[in-house]
C-alpha cells in the first residue's frame, strides 16, 4: 500500500493501489450493511405505526429516514465549514479535498432529506409541499451548496478554487442559521392551523429507532466521505505528478529554443 | 494605529464610489438600462398574476421587493463589468487601495443604485398596484437597512465572480439564497407598513440590520483574498 | 551593494502551467535589462512576478527586498507595470484615469499633472474618454499613470509596441530619465535594434527558464 507523498493530512487514511478501499473500509461497510438492515426492520416492522392514520401510517415510518439524513446533511456541511476554516490556516490541499467532499455528500443527503420529507408531509397534510418551515429552509440550503459546487467546478486554478470555495464554504454555513431563522419565524406569522408542521412524537421503541437511524446515518457519511475524500486525495496527487511532467515538458522546450537551464535548478530526480 | 487603517479605508472606500458614480454618469447603464428593467418586471407580475388589482395590491410587498432583487443582479453585474475589462483588477491589486475601502466603495455604489432603483419601484407599485402604504418611517428604515444588506452581500459575491467566465449564471445562484432573509423581512416590514401594524414590522428591521452588520463585517476581512483571486 | 532582483530557480504557475519553470536573475539597481525570448517563453510572466501579481512557488525570489515567496504585496507600491492591458476605465477621460489611478498609488497631484505633459496629455486629448483613443494613446495614458508613480523598479511589457516614432523615443527618455533618477528598469521587447540600443544588458528568455546572473556572480544553491 502506498501513500502520496506531499503533505496533505491524510493522516491514518492509506490509499490502496487498487483503489479507494482500505480494511478499514470494509469493516466500515459491512457494519454499516448490518446496522441499516437492523435499522430498517426496527424502522418498518417493530415499531408501531401511528395509530391516528389507517393507509398513510406505515408511510409515516418514512421520517425514519428523513430525520437522520437531515442530520447527516447538517453534520457535512459542518464538516465542510470547520475543513474550509482550516484550509485557509494550513494552507494544505487535503483540507480543501476534505471540504469539497463532504460538501458533495452533504447535498446528497440534502436531495434525500427533502424527499423524504416531502414524502412524509404527504402522510400529514395530503398534498406533497406545504411549506413547512424546516423543509423550505432545507430546499433553500440545497441551493446554496448547489452553488458552493458549481464554484467549484467554475474555477480551473486548484489553489485559486480551493481558496475561493474555503471562504464560501464557511459563508454558506454561516447563512444557514440565519435562513432558518428567517424562514421559521415567516413560516409562524401564516402558517394556518390545518397545516401542522412535520415533527415525529416519539417515545419508547420509536425513540430508539430514531437514535439509531442517526446513529446509521453518521456511519454512511462517514462511510461515504472515506471513498469520496480518498478519490479527491489521489486527484490531487495525479495532479501534483503531472506537474512535475509539466516542468520537465517546459524546460526541454528551453533547450529547444536555444536556452538554458538555469544552474540553480535541481536536477530531475533530486526532488 | 486603528484609526489610520479606518480613515484610509473610508478614504478609499470615497474615491471608489466616486469614481463608480462618475461612471454612471457617463455611461448612464443604470438609468438606461437597469431601471427600465425594474418597471418591466412590475409589468411582467401583472401579467402573471390576475390583473384584478385586488391581488396586486395584497402581494405589493412581496412584488416589490422580488423587483428589487432582480435589478440587484444586474446592478452587481454591472459593477464588477467595469473592473474586470482590460486588466483593471490587476490595477487595483497593484494600487495602494485598502481592500476593505474598495468592497465598501463598491458597496455603497450599489447601495446607491439600488435605492434609486427602490425610490421608482416604489412610485411604481403606489401607480400599477394601486397600493397605499401608511407606516413611511418603517417603510424608508426598511428600504435602507435592506439595501445596505443587498449592497454588502451583493459586493462580496460579486467579486467572488467577477473574475470567472461563467459569473453571469454564476451570480444569481450564489446570491439569491443568500438574500432570502432579505426578501423575507423586507416583504413583512412592507406587510406591516401597508396593514398599519407596525409592530412586527420593526422587528423585521431588527433582522435587516443584524444582517448587513454581519455582511458587512465579512466583507471587510474576506474581501482582500477574495480579490486576489478573481 | 544589493540587487534590485534576486532570483534563484524561481518557479511560477499559471494554473497547472508552469509559466516559469526555472529562474535565475540578478538586476543591478540602475541597470536597465532588457529580456528578449520567443513567445510563450514567459517574459511577461516574469514581469509580473516582479510586480507581486503572480505568486512565486519554488525558489527563491527576491524584489527590492521583499521575499516574494513569502507575502508578495509589500513589492507592490515600490513598482510601476505596463502590461499588455491598460487598466484604464473605457468611460472615464484621460486626465480622470491619471488622476484617480495616481491618487490610488499615492501619487502626488503634481506628479500626474507633470507626467501628463511629459507624455503629452495635457492638450487636446486631456478630457477625451479613453474607450475613443487609439492604442498607442491608450499606452500613453498608461505610461503617464507609470511615471507619476515614480517607482522604484519599471516593469515593461513591450513598451515599445503600439507607439509611433515619437512615442518609442519618448519611451526611451523616460527609460534614461528613471535610471538617472535612481531607478532600475526590466523590460520585455521584439524590437531588438531600439533595445539593444538602450539596454544596458540583454537575458534571454527560453522555454519559462532564465539564467540571467551577472558576469562573477557566485552560482549559490538555492534556500529551500
Known sequence: MTSPSSDTGAGILRLHPDGTASRGSRILG??????????LYVALVASAPDKSLDAQ????????????????????????????????WKRTMGWDALAASSAEIGVLFVALTLLTGSIWGHTTWGTWWEWDPRLTSTALMFVLYLGYLALRRAVLDPTSRAKQSAILGIIAFVNVPIVHYSVDWWRSLHQTATVASLDPQIDGLRLFALMFGMVVAMLLYVWLMMHRFRLAFAEAALEAKGLDLALAERRAEARADGGTVPPSVKTEGAS | MAD?????????????????????????????QILPFALLVLILFAFALDP????????????????????????IQRAYAVETTDGVIDALRLSDLDPAGIFLGKAAGIGLHLLVLEVVLFIGVTVLYGATPHGGLLVVVTMLLATAGLAAAGSLYGVLAAGLRV???????LMLPVVAPVLIAGTEAFSAAYANSSGDGWKWCGLLAAFSVLYLAIGIFAFEPLLEES | MDAVVRFRAAVCLLGRFPALAGVDLDVAPGEIVLLQ???????????????????????????????????????????????????????LTVVENVRFWSKAGRSKRAD??????????????ADVPVARLSAGQRRRTALAILVAR????????????ALDQDGRDLVDGLMADAVAAGATVLFASHELDRAEAVAHRSVTVAGGTVNGLLAGSAQEVPVG
Open chain 3, 37 to 91: 525570448g520567443p513567445n510563450g517563453a514567459g517574459k511577461t510572466t516574469l514581469l509580473r512576478a516582479c510586480a507581486g501579481l503572480v505568486p512565486v512557488t519554488e525558489g527563491q525570489a527576491d524584489v527590492l527586498g521583499v521575499d516574494l515567496v513569502a507575502d508578495r504585496r509589500p513589492v507592490r507600491p515600490m513598482v510601476g507595470l505596463l502590461g499588455h492591458a491598460t487598466g484604464l476605465y473605457d468611460d
Open chain 3, 112 to 125: 500626474a499633472d507633470a507626467a501628463l505633459a511629459r507624455l503629452g496629455l495635457d492638450g487636446r486629448l
Open chain 1, 30 to 39: 459491512i457494519v454499516v450493511l448490518v446496522s441499516v438492515v437492523v435499522f
Open chain 1, 57 to 88: 401510517g406505515q408511510l409515516v415510518r418514512i421520517m425514519y429516514l428523513h430525520v437522520p439524513s437531515a442530520i447527516a446533511c447538517y453534520t457535512a456541511f459542518f464538516v465542510t465549514a470547520v475543513a474550509s476554516g482550516m484550509y485557509l
Open chain 3, 150 to 161: 515614480r517607482p522604484r523598479l519599471w516593469l515593461l511589457d513591450e513598451p515599445h509596441a
Open chain 2, 167 to 173: 459569473r453571469d449564471t454564476l451570480l444569481p445562484i
Open chain 2, 4 to 32: 489610520l487603517a479606518a480613515e484610509s479605508m473610508l478614504r478609499d472606500a470615497a474615491m471608489v464610489v466616486g469614481k463608480d458614480l462618475r461612471l454612471e454618469w457617463r455611461s448612464r447603464v443604470t438609468l438606461s
Open chain 2, 52 to 75: 384584478d388589482r385586488r391581488i396586486l395590491e395584497e402581494a405589493t410587498p412581496g412584488l416589490f421587493w422580488l423587483a428589487v432583487l432582480f435589478s440587484m443582479l444586474l446592478a
